[in-house]
Nanobody, 120 residues
Framework: QVQLVESGGGLVQPGGSLRLSCAAS????????MGWYRQAPGKQRELVAH???????RYTDSVKGRFTISRDNAKSTVYLQMSSLKPEDTAVYYC??????????????WGQGTQVTVSS
């Protein structure tokens, strides 16, 4: 059974930084592309960062230059380093393996997510 456990969220002031982690179990982690998604109140879930099994990365325009996705296959973990945070980054953040990058179609059931709140 696949399990995704996100952590590292919290309350941070605008301009601050956070590092999110997502530990995966029950899969051969290294063969999957992984993504970080977020869902803000009243909005649809969106893909914000993606990393292939080979380490290539892509970002949505709103986070380019501020967020960095990385992975540690030995630990079956994907990370999201977030800096220069803005109030509009406030959301619940989730990880999963995307099937279709243009939609929110993923391989597995969603984890519980981790709340990121950017506020002064």
């Amino acid at each position: 059974q696949v399990q995704l456990v996100e952590s590292g969220g919290g309350l941070v002031q605008p301009g601050g930084s956070l590092r999110l982690s997502c530990a995966a179990s029950g899969i051969i982690f290294s063969i999957y592309s992984m993504g970080w998604y977020r869902q803000a109140p009243g909005k649809q879930r969106e893909l914000v960062a993606h990393i292939t099994s080979g380490g290539s990365t892509r970002y949505t325009d709103s986070v380019k230059g501020r967020f960095t996705i990385s992975r540690d296959n030995a630990k079956s973990t994907v990370y999201l380093q977030m800096s220069s945070l803005k109030p509009e980054d406030t959301a619940v953040y989730y990880c999963n393996a995307p099937i279709d990058l243009s939609t929110v179609t993923v391989h597995w059931s969603w984890g519980q997510g981790t709340q990121v709140t950017v506020s002064s």
